[in-house]
Nanobody, 122 residues
C-alpha cells in the first residue's frame, strides 16, 4: 500500500489549507487513518485520527480549527485546516493502519505517506 499526500503550501496566519492523502496498491483494507506533523527539531506528533467508522480524535492544539474526514470509496483521508497559526508550520504526514492481501491472508501494514510541507507566516 502506498500513501500519497498533497495539498501543502504557504499561507498567512488565519488562512486555510486542505491536505489530501490517497492510498493505492493491490488488494488492501484501510482501517484507522491519521495525520501527524513534525516541526523542525521536534518529534512527530499526532494531529488527528479517524476510524473506518468515522470516529475522530484531535490533538488539543488543533481542536476547533482542523477537521479530519475520509472517503472510504477512494481510500482517502483529508485534513481541513483553518485559522492557521505559525506554530502549525510543519511537515504533515498521513498514516494508515492497512491490511494487505498476501498469498492467502491479510497482513497488517503500518503505511506512511511522504509528507507535505505546510508553512504559516505571521
Amino acid at each position: 500500500v502506498q500513501l500519497q499526500a498533497s495539498g501543502g503550501g504557504r499561507v498567512q496566519a488565519g488562512g486555510s489549507l486542505r491536505l489530501s492523502c490517497a492510498a493505492s496498491g493491490n488488494t488492501f483494507v484501510i482501517n484507522t487513518m491519521r495525520w501527524y506533523r513534525q516541526a523542525p527539531g521536534k518529534q512527530r506528533d499526532l494531529v488527528a485520527a479517524i476510524s473506518s467508522g468515522g470516529s475522530t480524535h484531535y490533538a488539543d492544539s488543533v481542536k476547533g480549527r482542523f477537521t479530519i474526514s475520509r472517503d472510504n470509496a477512494k481510500s482517502a483521508v483529508y485534513l481541513q485546516m483553518s485559522s492557521l497559526k505559525p506554530e502549525d508550520t510543519a511537515v504533515y504526514y498521513c498514516n494508515a493502519d492497512a491490511e494487505v492481501f498476501v498469498g492467502l491472508k491479510y497482513d497488517a501494514l503500518d503505511a506512511w505517506g511522504q509528507g507535505t510541507l505546510v508553512t504559516v507566516s505571521s
